[in-house]
């Protein structure tokens, strides 16, 4: 965004009622990040691989950037992957992400770079489940070998043996580098966006109905060569969510600008909902 546009858009934005989430993630490490109220995953279970597991020592923080680091050696039990989890307490409204998705040319461990928010999956096909979310696969995977981005709005799933119920907007291309990832949930649909582009609208039993967490994760699934170890990395910048209002990314951009400019590195004035962040899917 030029820089004339962003200072209008920063001057004219609305004020902003309260339910407000922002995080710049300028915390100094993982343990402040944890202080500050997220939940950094350590175990097993899905999405992981049988065998591979979720590590703290996957997430660091570096200058305002939170990165998330997937190892592998394309065994399942030398895979390590990262996720951060928020307070589970977003519905409708409108949630931004700016995160630095990554391409690495010759690769191809099918590894998926998610920026998503998403409620517990109490049981297969449990009619309650709510998720939108944007997957990125830049090695290709799930069948088909194409570099794409998705945007996915989910009824339900049942885990094993893999059966979903969902509505998927998908991308082709390369998405490296910096993005700018906008959902918006009303009570009758959803919207994505990247970089201010509508990609997909979902409707019906799509629809998220319940409160979710905010969720950064960086997960493979099955198709790795066995090999020498490798790394993989993806950033985010910062996250904003706006409680209860459909606003376009570049009102969101503009806030989040704004926020960084009066040097708020966070802010959460939305209510606890007392529902635990289970920080798993």
Known sequence: MKA??????????????AGEFFDDFAQRDVDALR?????VRDGTGHPGLAGSRFSPSQLSLDAGLLTLKLTTD???????LAQLCGPRKFLVGTTTA??????????RDPIIQSFFLASPLK????????????EYLPHGGWGEPETRLYG??????????????????????????????????????TRHYVNGRLIGEHTGRNVPNQPMAISFNHWISAGSIVGAPRDYTFDVDWVLHEAGRTLVPAA??????????????????????????????
């Open 74 to 80: 394309g065994t399942n039990a030398n895979t390590t």
């Open 252 to 281: 969101m951009q503009a806030r989040a600008a704004a926020l960084k400019q009066q040097r708020v590195s966070r802010r959460d004035n939305m209510p606890d909902l007392g529902l635990i962040s289970e920080c798993n899917l």
């Open 152 to 189: 996915v709005s989910w009824h339900t799933v049942r885990i094993d043996p893999w059966q979903s119920f969902n509505q998927a907007s998908i991308l082709q291309g390369s998405f490296d580098g910096w993005q700018l990832l906008t959902v918006q949930v009303e009570a009758t649909r």
């Open 98 to 107: 700016r995160v630095r998705l990554r391409d690495t040319p010759g690769s």
């Open 35 to 39: 202080a500050s109220g997220w939940v």
């Open 123 to 134: 049981h297969d096909y449990d009619p309650d489940f709510s998720e939108v979310d944007f």
């Open 4 to 17: 004339g546009l962003l200072a209008l858009l920063v001057a004219t934005a609305p004020a902003f009622a």
